[in-house]
């Protein structure tokens, strides 16, 4: 990996890539009650963690993103497929905060969650196609969704 110069380009695509994770997140979290009675009241899997756990992994995965998005971007590996992918992923995430939170719609939040967890793993390919390390530090997405979407069928089951 090639040492990364501060200018103006790369200060404007640190704020791109930090901005475009702050969107994703603040909408997602728009949509986001975990402290409703609905989701409280749920019967959720004796494995279930701690719902303090989610705001952490979530920040470390935005973290981890945003960080892939500087990189690619300022190593001119960004291509239209990246971007696309990178954008899918952002809007399934908020999605799923809608249709799961908002909706209250266990069996919609399993569909969404499981063709987000599908749309990681493309993203994933495709960024450690373009650049192994950005593929390491995006590695925990997708590795979380699969557990995420355990934890949804699970809940779903139960309810």
Known sequence: MKKIRINK?????LVIAIASVLIIGGLSSFFTNASSNWYTELNKP???????IFPIMWS??????AITIFLLIQNKKMD????ILFIANGLM???WCLVYFTIQSLLGGVIVIILTLISSIL???????KDAVCGYILALYPIWLS???IL????????
């Open 152 to 159: 949804n069928m699970a809940t779903w089951i139960l309810n």
């Open 46 to 52: 004796s494995e279930f963690m701690p719902s303090i």
């Open 60 to 65: 470390i995965i935005y973290a981890l993103i």
């Open 9 to 13: 380009n790369t200060i404007l695509n």
């Open 123 to 129: 993203l994933w390919v495709n960024v450690y196609k």
């Open 93 to 95: 995430q908020i999605l």
């Open 147 to 149: 557990l995420a979407t």
């Open 80 to 83: 239209t497929k990246s971007l």
